[in-house]
């Protein structure tokens, strides 16, 4: 399966596939940079479930993928408004989500 056909249909569980693409591909090869868009905009979503897994797949390239790094940051900010949202489950991801991000991001580009 592609990693937009995999975006697109993004659930929970889905996210190690993800960062076994990128790690084998590359960010551009393997799709990672080209669908970036629909990832932020899973990111976004009201639907909590499509949200949760698109914030686990967005922390996990953040953990096990930084060379997705300048692609994955563009999610901090749906992710930072998703920590006002009235679910707890929501909160919670987009917290530790937001947080991998900033501690896994090279400062020094």
């Known amino acids: 399966m592609s990693l937009e056909s995999k975006i697109a249909n993004l659930s ?29 905009a899973k990111c976004a979503s009201s639907d909590e479930a499509e949200a949760l897994a698109a914030m686990a797949t967005v922390k996990a390239v953040a953990e096990g ?15 930072l408004e998703q920590a006002g949202s009235r679910s707890a ?3 919670t991801a987009a917290t530790a989500t937001a947080l991998a991000i900033c501690e896994n991001i090279n400062p020094f580009p």
């Open 12 to 40: 929970l569980g889905d996210e190690a596939s993800v960062v076994a693409a990128i790690k084998a591909d590359g960010v551009e090869k393997s799709g990672f940079a080209s669908n970036i868009s629909a990832l932020v």
């Open 65 to 79: 993928a930084v060379e997705a790094e300048a692609f994955n940051i563009q999610c901090l900010t749906p992710i």
């Open 89 to 91: 489950a929501v909160k």
